[in-house]
């Protein structure tokens, strides 16, 4: 079955930097990459996706880049703020509507 | 659009006693219903996927029997955990896909449910 690898675990930026956070998936056949941002006790919440047809997308100060041969996908946040502060899942799936695999987490601080 | 209701949000209970969970889309109609277990410091774990007016799929390791699931409409999942014990313990997240709420293969998460087995 598919798997997801993501790393960091946890990652401290100073604010302003930028933050990058890396997955690598198993099965050839997934063809969604969502992101997931997590505060503490509350729901994930998506925060970008991206599918197999395209290698890059770009939402502000987010973006997912995707590379199919290597089978992995970044997340990228640039001028990162304090409030960018949270853990962050990467997922992938091979169909729609299907099961989403969870990357492990990361655990994103930004020092102000 | 595309809102996830989940309640209670937080129960404490004594062991050997069941709890159920309910979980709702508001805004849409969600053919798909999957159930997570999120310890601390931990990842998301498929439980189960559920899709209305049929059985749930359980992952490998998920015991039917103790963790029942029924989706008997669009918009209404509940769990039931079964003579809970310490161990059920953790934070249970449902989430949904379906028509009208978005993207079909978008998951739209409820706030949690924390459980403690006393």
């Known amino acids: 079955g598919e798997n997801v690898e993501q790393h960091p675990s946890t990652l401290s930026v100073q604010e302003g930097d930028s933050a990058v956070i890396k997955c690598t998936y198993s099965?050839?056949?997934?063809?969604?990459f969502p992101w997931y941002k997590q505060e503490l006790g509350k729901r994930p919440q998506l925060i970008i996706d991206i599918r197999s047809n395209v290698g890059e997308k770009k939402d502000q100060r987010i973006a997912v880049t995707l590379n199919k041969t290597a089978k992995h996908f970044s997340l990228h946040i640039t001028e990162t703020q304090p409030e960018d502060s949270a853990v962050y899942f990467c997922?992938?799936?091979?169909?729609?509507?299907?099961?989403?695999?969870f990357g492990q987490g990361t655990e994103l601080s930004v020092k102000p | 659009g595309a809102v996830v209701s989940q309640h209670p949000s937080r129960v404490i209970c004594k062991s050997g006693t069941s709890v159920k969970i309910e979980c709702r889309s508001l805004?849409?109609?969600?053919?798909?219903m999957f159930w997570y277990r999120q310890f601390p410091k931990q990842s998301l774990m498929l439980m189960a996927t559920s899709n209305e007016g049929s059985k749930a799929t359980y992952e490998q390791g998920v015991e039917k029997d103790k963790f029942l699931i029924n989706h008997a409409s669009l918009t209404l999942s509940t769990l039931t955990v079964t003579s809970a014990h310490p161990e059920d313990s953790s934070f249970y997240i449902c989430?949904?896909?379906?028509?009208?709420?978005?993207?079909?293969?978008?998951?739209?998460f409820g706030p949690g449910t924390r459980l403690t087995v006393l």
């Open positions: 989430s949904a896909t379906g028509l009208g709420g978005g993207r079909t293969d978008t998951q739209y």
């Open positions: 099965d050839s056949a997934s063809n969604y």
């Open positions: 997922a992938a799936t091979n169909n729609q509507g299907g099961k989403l695999i």
């Open positions: 805004d849409f109609q969600a053919t798909t």
